[in-house]
């Protein structure tokens, strides 16, 4: 069962579908990864209603209610539903932290998205890492799907692949950072809610599909 669970994580990381050692990848698969239509709309849906609402209003407290407020009835349908309840209380508690932080005593309006920059940092970082101690996280995840061992770190090539695959990955949060950050410093909420949905499925769908272009034109491709 855990090694099911693990599969399956792993695949919709990747965007893929496997069965007994094979990955395929589709429209379907593709909106897995990226967490289904629900996933895409709560998502997408706060930080438009968080950048509309403060350039109608200019005021935080309503731009932040209305954001956490539709992230919150999503959170609250998952739990119901028992949809991912563990990723509905991570959830939860990123957006009663975006709340605190823009609400807070000296907290500006823009400060709901420093969430957004920690995860991406996070995330970097440690594929980062990956690379850098010679156990790519792509690697790690694809070859589990297939079913192998981890072997094919001895082969120079395979490594060499699957590290520039997931170096990939890092410049992806490594450019959504690049370009945020400027935004959160000139205090640009309106750019910076904009340049979130921009920079969220759109984008992230263009990293999966280009993940397993690479992928299938390398590792995966028949002999």
């Keep these: 069962m855990a090694n099911e669970e693990l599969r399956d994580s792993a695949a919709k990381r990747l ?6 050692g094979n990955l395929q990848f589709d429209r379907k698969s593709l909106l897995a990864g990226m ?6 709309v709560e998502t997408v849906l706060p930080s438009v209603l968080f950048g509309s609402s403060f350039a109608l209003t200019g005021e935080a407290l309503i731009s932040v209610t209305l954001a956490g407020g539709t992230s919150a ?4 349908y998952r739990l119901i539903t028992r949809k991912s309840a563990s ?7 990123a957006v009663g932290f975006a709340a605190w932080l823009a609400l807070r005593d ?17 995330y970097g970082s440690g594929l980062l890492i990956s690379v850098l101690v010679r156990w790519p996280i792509i690697g790690v995840l694809v070859e589990v ?16 692949i699957y590290s520039a695959v997931t170096a990939f990955w890092v410049g992806f949060f490594s450019l959504r950072l690049a370009i945020q950050l ?42």
């Design 106 to 122: 000296g907290g500006q309006a823009v400060d709901y998205f420093i969430p957004g920059f920690i995860t991406n940092a996070v």
């Design 15 to 20: 965007g893929v579908s496997a069965e007994n």
């Design 87 to 93: 990723s509905a209380l991570i959830g939860a508690l």
């Design 73 to 76: 009835m999503f959170i609250l």
């Design 182 to 223: 400027p935004l959160y410093f000139a205090g640009n909420t309106e750019l910076l809610a904009t340049a979130r949905v921009a920079m969220g499925p759109p984008l992230y769908a263009l990293v999966i599909v280009s993940t397993w272009l690479m992928l299938r034109a390398t590792v995966l491709k028949p002999r």
């Design 35 to 40: 967490g289904g239509w629900l996933g895409v």
């Design 145 to 160: 799907l297939r079913g192998h061992d981890m072997t094919w770190r001895k082969n120079r090539r395979v490594l060499a």
